[in-house]
């Protein structure tokens, strides 16, 4: 059973801040992982991805993964109120058909303070 | 508009009464996905297509569920004799191998 773990929160910071959103997933064959940002009653979009151990910077956002410890984060700098959403951590397998479908976790809501 | 779209965006219905969502996917997109939603919950992954072909259903995917994706364009997504517990968001996404693109999804009220 695949699984992918993260804090529900709510997560708090205030604006300005730096906000990490952590998730750990269950499947070592897992070999892509996603963070999609998903605002009330909307449906989830994507903000990034990342494939390799290490960072990955986009803008204000930062992926980092630790396939050891089996573990991925997003790091938001600067955190706006519009920011505040639930963020959704997603994995995919790749098997002997091609991709597997993305499993996603609970979502980690954050809130920024303005 | 080019995305994903999702027919009806609301439903309600009693229970015991059949329902069918329609998924139009991103034109040039071969993968079709169906999820489900429920309040603080991630997305819950139910069946896929790959062209016409359903390559993969969840066990989430009861015998009152059905889906079909004819002619490899849009897909359906039928409930039999639905129960208070399918009442949820049913998120569609299509894509090619990669990123996954979702539609608004269809919020699903059974009373």
């Known amino acids: 059973q695949k699984e992918v773990e993260q804090n529900s929160g709510p997560l708090s910071v205030p604006e300005g801040a730096i906000a990490s959103l952590n998730c750990t997933y269950s499947?070592?064959?897992?070999?892509?992982f996603f963070w999609y940002r998903q605002y009330s009653g909307k449906s989830p979009e994507l903000i990034m991805f990342i494939y390799s151990n290490g960072d990955k910077e986009d803008g204000r956002f930062t992926a980092q993964l630790n396939k050891a410890s089996q573990y991925v984060s997003l790091l938001i700098r600067d955190s706006q109120p519009s920011d505040s959403a639930t963020y959704l951590c997603a994995v995919i397998e790749v098997g002997r058909a091609g991709n597997t479908p993305l499993v996603f976790g609970k979502g980690t809501r954050l809130s920024v303070i303005a | 508009d080019t995305g994903v779209s999702q027919d009806p965006r609301h439903k309600i219905t009693k229970r015991g009464q059949n329902v069918t969502f329609r998924c139009d996917p991103i034109?040039?997109?071969?993968?079709l996905y169906w999820y489900r939603q429920t309040l603080g919950q991630g997305p819950e992954f139910l069946t896929y297509?790959?062209?016409?072909?359903?390559?993969?259903k969840s066990r989430l995917l009861s015998d009152r569920f059905s889906a079909e994706r004819p002619k490899g364009s849009f897909s359906t997504l039928e409930i039999q004799r639905t129960e208070q517990g399918d009442s949820a968001m049913y998120l569609c996404a299509s894509s090619l191998p990669g990123e996954l693109f979702f539609g608004e999804g269809s919020r699903l009220t059974v009373l």
């Open positions: 499947d070592r064959g897992s070999q892509s």
């Open positions: 034109s040039e997109h071969n993968r």
């Open positions: 297509f790959q062209n016409e072909a359903q390559l993969e």
